[in-house]
């Protein structure tokens, strides 16, 4: 090799380098926001799930039970107002569940997924994927898909973006 084709090599690889750097930090970036996002959902769900909106601005156990059931929801809250305690406990602890999956989640992405390391990309692929699938599996099943849901397939697309542009198998040494 002469000096000529070692300074070229020296700088596709520097190149290359900046360019799996840059990619890196977008998909991090990525998915931070998309564990951000669902925080917030998450939070919001947990705190005060009667303000958390639905389909058509309807607050979201509202329109989940009358989608669902097809009866009133004024009725049942009339009718059986420990129901409808009951049916917001548990909606409360889908949201912490969803709170503690994304402070894991947040965690692993600006410590692990950042530097690199294989486990985490593996585990936000699981752990995305299954927190992600079943939320919009519960708002197909409950009939209430609105704007707002619309986010989550958004917030999933970005984590498989992210860890499309950062699989581990087709990451450069170096």
Do not use: C
């Not at 509202?62 to 406990?89: D, H, I, R």
């Amino acid at each position: 090799m002469n000096a000529n084709s070692t300074i070229e090599a020296a700088k596709k690889n520097a190149s290359t380098k900046k360019t799996v750097y840059t990619w890196r930090r977008i998909a991090w970036i990525l998915m931070l926001l998309a564990d951000v996002g669902l925080l917030a959902w998450g939070a919001m769900a947990a705190i005060a799930p009667e303000h958390l909106l639905g389909p058509n601005s309807t607050p979201i156990l509202k329109a989940e039970y009358e989608n669902f059931t097809g009866y009133s929801w004024p009725q049942f809250t009339t009718a059986t107002p420990n129901a409808v305690n009951f049916l917001t406990l548990v909606f409360r602890m889908y949201g912490i569940y969803g709170v503690g999956f994304s402070l894991m989640a947040i965690f692993i992405t600006v410590t692990a997924f950042q530097r690199g390391d294989n486990w985490a990309w593996w585990a936000l692929l699981v752990g995305n994927t299954l927190t992600y699938v079943s939320a919009m599996t519960y708002d197909q099943i409950a009939r209430a898909v609105g704007p707002f849901e619309v986010t989550e397939y958004l917030g999933l697309a970005a984590v498989y973006f992210a860890l499309i542009v950062t699989i581990p198998w087709k990451r450069q040494n170096g």
